[in-house]
Nanobody
């Protein structure tokens, strides 16, 4: 069992920055592929960014060049640096940890609101 706890959400003005963190329990974090998803009201949950156990990354087109995902395996933590935030980035952001098809874990979510 892996537990994921997100932090770092909040209210920010357009053009501002936030860094989300996701702390994972357990000693095998290093072998999990990790991702950040978001869900806005009335919309489906969507992938924002992902990083494999080997460090390869991919991003949704809407955040490329603005967001950056990284991981610190020594701290069992994955980060999402969000720059140049837009109102359309407003959503609940969820951390995800996955190992194959059998193991798939979610955090409780953290609210990000971009508004002036």
């Amino acid at each position: 069992q892996v537990q994921l706890v997100e932090s770092g959400g909040g209210l920010v003005q357009p053009g501002g920055s936030l860094r989300l963190s996701c702390a994972a329990s357990g000693s095998i974090f290093v072998i999990y592929d990790m991702g950040w998803y978001r869900q806005a009201p009335g919309k489906q949950r969507e992938l924002v960014a992902a990083i494999t156990s080997g460090g390869s990354t991919n991003y949704a087109d809407s955040v490329k060049g603005r967001f950056s995902i990284s991981r610190d395996n020594a701290k069992n933590t994955v980060y999402l640096q969000m720059n140049s935030l837009k109102p359309e980035d407003t959503a609940v952001y969820y951390c995800n940890g996955r190992l194959g098809v059998k193991y798939n874990y979610w955090g409780q979510g953290t609210q990000v609101t971009v508004s002036s």
